[in-house]
Every structure is written in C-alpha cells, then in structure tokens.
C-alpha cells in the first residue's frame, strides 16, 4: 500500500515572512480605517456641537439687541405697542401675552387707514 500524505509543502523562510508581512499590513490597514471612522465622527460631532453653539450665542445676541432697542423707546410709543417698561424683555424671550394681542386688535378695529381712532375723525 502507498502511503500518502496530504500535508500541504513547508514554506521556507522568505515565503513565511512574506505571509507575515501581508498579514500585519492588513491588521494596520484595518485599524487605521477603524480609527480614521472614529475620528471623522468625533470631528462630525464636534462641528455640529460648535455650529449649535454659534447659533444660541448669535440667538441671544439678537434678544438682547431687541432688548435695548425697546429700551430706547419712550413710554408712549411703548404704550402703543402694548408693553409697558417692566414687560419688555418678556415680551421680547416670549412674546406678548394674549390679552395685550386682544387689546391691540380691539383698538385697530376702531382706526382708520391712517391710524387716527375713529372718535377723533369725526371731530
């Protein structure tokens, strides 16, 4: 009976190095790629974190320039608009209540075209 052997034939040295060598490459390769993902996200992140940030501090730049813009006016255009001194910088953050909106809509009903109230015009 003949004796066969299924082994596959040794490598020498240089075909064994070779092998190493394309193997470590392929570990590098995949670690770079895992740590170049990483990074783009974290760099994805951190943009998006700054870019929400410049906006709020821009936001708030706007209120408090509105702020002093109101600020500026005297009592009675104030009083035209439906704010009083103390309300004005929650009428800026959130806006005028619902009365003060139906009490301004309640007195442009009785204007004419030009705002004059309707009791002076017929004077």
């Not at 009428?91 to 309707?118: E, F, K, T």
């Amino acid at each position: 009976m003949s004796q066969t052997h299924n082994c596959a034939p040794l490598f020498s040295f240089f075909e064994c190095e070779q092998q190493a060598r394309i193997k470590r490459n392929l570990v590098i390769q995949a670690c770079m790629r895992g740590t170049m993902r990483a990074f783009a996200q974290w760099l994805r992140v951190l943009v998006l974190c700054g870019t929400r940030w410049v906006r709020g501090l821009a936001a708030k730049q706007r209120l408090r320039s509105a702020v002093r813009e109101l600020q500026r006016l005297d009592d009675r255009m104030l009083a035209d608009i439906g704010v009083t001194r103390g309300e004005i910088e929650s009428a800026v953050r959130d806006g005028l209540p619902v009365r003060m909106m139906r009490q301004s809509r309640h007195r442009d009903r009785h204007r004419d075209w030009n705002g004059i109230p309707a009791r002076r015009q017929a004077a």
